[in-house]
Each structure stands twice: as C-alpha cells, then as structure tokens.
C-alpha cells in the first residue's frame, strides 16, 4: 500500500497522507451529510412552491363541485326510480316489484345484478313495456309462446308438414280438443232436400236448426260426410240408378255449418267420374276445407289428415268399401289416376291406419261401409271393425246404411256403425251427431247428440223424441252405457 493518496476523492483536499486517511473520512462523511440535507429542503422549497398560485386553487375547487354534483345525481337517481315503481303499481301495473340485486323491471339489467349496477343501465323511456316485450319475445318470449313441447320442431317445418298432409291447429281450450262428425249431407239442388231448402231462401238455418248449428260452429274439428262431387261439368255414371253432384259455388255452406273437413271416401265422389272428383278436390282446397279418403292417386287418397293441437296431434284416416265389386262405378285411386281410398279388401287400409297411430297420439277412422237401410252392422263391418282396432284406431265412425247403427266396443275403442242421414233427404229420419273430447291421455269423453231429419231440415231432439232416440240406441248398442245426455261409455 502506497505511503499516502496522490488525491483525496472528496474535492478541495489534495494530497493525504496516509495518518490523515481517518481524519479524511470523517470530514467527508460530514460534508455529505450536510449536503444531503441541504439537497433535501430545497426540495420541500420546491413542492411547497407548486401549491402556491392561481392554478392549484381552480382545479381543487373544480374537483370539490364536480364531487358534490355526481352526489346529487345518484340520489336523484335514487329517488326517481323509486317514485316510477310507485307510479306503476298505483296504476295497476303488472311489473313485478324491483328485487334486491336487480333492475327496475326485475331483471338483471347488468348481468351480475349488483344493486349499484341499476344507477349506471339507462332508464327505459315511455312505453318501456312495450320494449321490454318486444325484447322478451326476440329471445324466445314467455313460455306460452314457444312452439309445442313434443311437436315443435315438426312444426318448425313447413316442408315436411305439407309433404305428409299435417295442420297446426287452435282450440278453445288449451288442455283437450272437440272432433265433431254427422252423417250423409247432399247439397245437389236437383233432389228434395235442396229444392225445399232453396225455395225457403237459401240461409243455413232454413236447413239445420240454430242450436244444432251453433253446437257444429263451436266444435273445434267438424267433419260431415259430404256424399256428392262438387262440379258444373262432366257427365253422369251410365247405368247408376243415382248420381248427384253440387255446383262449385254450394261449397260455401260448409263454411256456413262450421265444417273443417269433409269426408269424400264414399261410393257418390265419383258419380260425375274423373272430372268431377278433381273439381272436387280443387273446390274443397279452394274453400279452405280439407277432403280426406280420395285423391289424385292412391297416395293422396290414403293419406292421413293430422291436426297437432295443445301438444296433441290427431290423425283421420277416410276408406269406403263400397261398392263392393271387383270393378266398381266408384273408381277406386290407383299410383297415377285419381279415386278414393277402396277397402273392401282392407290391407292397405290396416297399413294407413298403423302407420297413423305410429306418428300421433290418437287415430279417427271413417269408413263408408254396410247395408243401406238396416240398423245391424253387416258381416263386412264386423270384420273390419276389430281389425281396425286392432291395427290403432282409437276411434271409428261410420256410415252408408242412410240409418242410424248401434255403438260397440273393441277393446278401449269405440265403433259407431253408422251416424245414418244428417241433412240429405226429405225422409223423416232419426239421426244425430257426435262429439267426441280428447286430451294428452286419449279420449275423454263421447257424447251422441240425437236430431230429426223431417221436411228438408234437421233439428236437435229434445224431451220425449230425445229419449225414444237415445232409448232406440241403447237396443242397438248391447254392453254399452249411453246416459241421458248422450255420453257413451262400455258397462
């Protein structure tokens, strides 16, 4: 080690010597003290000369109002809310009152739903609940509002419902739906019925009484056996001893009797032959009426009519056998011509029938079957019957004999041989109608309404006629109960 230091590193020393080094030290560790000192209060000189002067006063009193005004907002707030719920429930408003943790119409207006949130959403301007429902409906709406639970993508698609012949429906009530079906209807102005009923001016009501009309027109799915074709050409059957057809223009009383469906699996669609079934079809789908049991071909003749209503979807099936030849006048729909669905050889119809019960919750049958003028069901109706029953009809409902047939039982479903004449001649006749009720768990109930066919008309049966009808169905109807009101069940 060197005798001394060339330069003492604090400045102004010089050269030290070696026994001064502690002395040295000593003086630089008190020269730095002081300096740091010194260094220290010319920086509080400093700051305390920044908060002197106009400048600094401004913005602290800007930032004391600025503080108060944001204050006064949030209570304003505050208050404003809670006089519009106020308002609203004095009015009678149907909005729920705001909950803890939520908007002012209940919701979660930020997402969380922090209750300091609702100071920060914008207030909803006058007619706030019309938006709010408009807002509810675009992300799905209230729950009575969304599509069938069961059906509802079937009913999404419009393609598939019209490839396989199915129709949203509406109905009174919102947990069952009414079917109501009659007997034979002729609306050819060439026969009694018609002429009687024309000359009396042509109003629905000079043919079928108020009531019963009224009880049709209520009926959420009424369908008539509509047994004639609707045409203003074509020529008549040759050899067939009655032939009837009703001018186009005649579709509009089926509007007027509140039928949605007309029956036209029968052996008299055909009566003015392939012209006269087309004009049929295209005049019925022209009407907004659905004609089921023939078509252009065999395909659209079988093919079941279904109604998805309350989350129910109900199929009707429409067949005749009649006539029963092996050629007949009535020409039955083959793969590429028009006819009706035949059945006398009844496969095919079995076929329809599974096939309906395998895509719906309940299956209506019609068929055109028996033996005109004889109140007991033939050979050919009691084996098809059963066989139907068997294949997934819940429900069948005759007709044909022009007379009324007794009620039987197949298991849980009911067979009606045949409702007879509704409003079809000038005969007096015991006829009626029936109403059938069905629900998510099948058929609810079965009502037969009994009416009088007398002088061109028909009227609901009441008192003494009402229960020599009912009585005369009972005889007809062994092992079953038919009650004073007409409602059927099995003994």
């Not at 102004?12 to 010597?17: A, D, Q, V």
């Not at 279904?306 to 729909?333: H, M, S, W």
């Not at 009720?437 to 037969?448: A, C, E, H, M, R």
Request: glycine letters at 10%; one cysteine or more.
């Amino acid at each position: 080690m060197p005798a001394y230091f060339n330069v003492c590193p604090y400045p102004g020393c010089g050269e030290l010597k070696v026994a001064d080094l502690a002395e040295c030290v000593i003086l630089v560790s008190m020269r730095m003290k002081a300096g740091k000192k010194k260094s220290n209060a010319n920086k509080r000189s400093k700051r305390k000369g920044a908060f002197k002067g106009p400048l600094p006063v401004f913005l602290l009193t800007l930032f004391l109002v600025l503080s108060a005004g944001i204050l006064i907002l949030l209570i304003a707030k505050t208050l404003a809310i809670a006089g519009a719920g106020e308002e609203k429930s004095a009015k009678g408003d149907a909005l729920a009152p705001k909950e803890e943790g939520k908007g002012p119409f209940g919701e979660n207006t930020l997402g969380e739903g922090k209750p300091w949130e609702d100071f920060l959403w914008e207030s909803i301007p006058k007619g706030g609940d019309e938006i709010k429902e408009t807002m509810a409906g675009a992300v799905g709406g209230p729950e009575e509002d969304l599509p069938n639970t069961r059906y509802g993508e079937v009913l999404a698609d419009e393609a598939y419902m019209k490839e396989n012949r199915i129709v949203p429906w509406q109905a009174k009530d919102k947990e069952e739906v009414t079917l109501g079906f009659t007997g034979d209807i002729l609306l050819d102005d060439a026969y009694a019925v018609m002429v009687a009923f024309l000359s009396r001016g042509g109003a629905i009501e000079e043919g079928i009484s108020g009531e019963l009309l009224e009880r049709m027109r209520n009926i959420d799915i009424m369908a008539i056996n509509n047994e004639f074709p609707y045409t203003n050409r074509g020529t008549p059957t040759e050899g067939k001893a009655f032939t009837f057809r009703a001018d186009t223009n005649m579709v509009s009383y089926l509007h007027d009797m509140g039928a949605d469906v007309a029956v036209i699996a029968n052996n008299h669609t055909y009566d003015f032959g392939e012209i006269g079934l087309l004009d049929t079809l295209d005049t019925l789908e022209a009407a907004g009426i659905f004609g089921i049991g023939a078509g252009r071909n065999i395909k659209e003749a079988s093919a079941p009519l279904y109604f998805i209503v309350n989350d129910i979807k109900i199929a009707l099936v429409a067949a005749t056998q009649i006539e029963r030849l092996e050629n007949p006048d009535t020409k039955g729909a083959t793969e590429n011509s028009p006819g009706v669905f035949r059945c006398l050889n009844p496969g095919k119809l079995y076929e329809t029938v599974k096939t309906a019960k395998e895509n719906s919750d309940f299956v209506i049958v019609c068929v055109h079957w028996g033996t005109e003028n004889q109140a007991q069901a033939d050979w050919a109706q009691l084996d098809q019957a059963p066989g139907l029953a068997n294949a997934g009809a819940d429900l069948i409902i005759g007709d044909h004999p022009h007379c009324l047939q007794g009620i039987t039982y197949y298991g849980d479903t009911p067979v009606i041989y045949s409702l007879g004449n509704f409003w079809f001649s000038s005969k007096t006749l015991d006829t009626g109608m029936v109403q059938v009720t069905v629900d998510k768990d099948g058929l609810k109930s079965l009502q037969f309404i009994p009416a009088i066919q007398s002088g061109c008309r028909v009227d609901m049966a009441h008192g003494e006629e009402k229960e020599r009808i009912l009585a005369y169905m009972r005889e007809l109807s062994p092992g079953v109960v038919i009650d004073g009101d007409g409602f059927v069940g099995k003994q």
